[in-house]
């Protein structure tokens, strides 16, 4: 079955970094759209990013832009979110996905048919 495995995650003070990983198993990754969600406590979950399968072409939501990247790594099954400049408003759990749906940008969670476990982010003031 198709597994998204996040990783990365943690306690960081406002203004640094944390890299995210996303290892997929179960399924064929060069064919899949892949993103990123986050929800915090009591919040709705909120797009963050999404990568196109072959990484040309890339999507974020407008506080993520200019801070967080998304990349992969097609030959390690892998998605990677770079998070920097963190504010503690960035603190949620981070949710990886995979979507066959390709050739658009996609960024309403329930297009999304795989989700990761998610991996929990702390940023401190």
């Known amino acids: 079955q198709v597994q998204l495995v996040e990783s990365g995650g943690g306690l960081v003070q406002a203004g640094g970094s944390l890299r995210l990983s996303c290892a997929a198993s179960g399924l064929t990754f060069s064919g899949y759209t892949m993103g990123w969600f986050r929800q915090a406590p009591g919040k709705e979950r909120e797009f963050v990013a999404t990568i196109s399968w072959s990484g040309g072409t890339k999507s974020y939501a407008g506080s993520m832009k200019g801070r967080f990247t998304i990349s992969r790594d097609n030959a390690k099954n892998t998605t990677y979110l770079q998070m920097n400049s963190l504010e503690p408003e960035d603190t949620a759990v981070y949710y990886c996905?995979?979507?066959?749906?390709?050739?658009?940008?996609?960024?309403?969670?329930?297009?999304?048919?795989?989700w990761g476990q998610g991996t929990q982010v702390t940023v401190s003031s």
């Open positions: 996905v995979a979507t066959s749906k390709t050739g658009v940008v996609v960024t309403h969670w329930s297009s999304y048919d795989y």
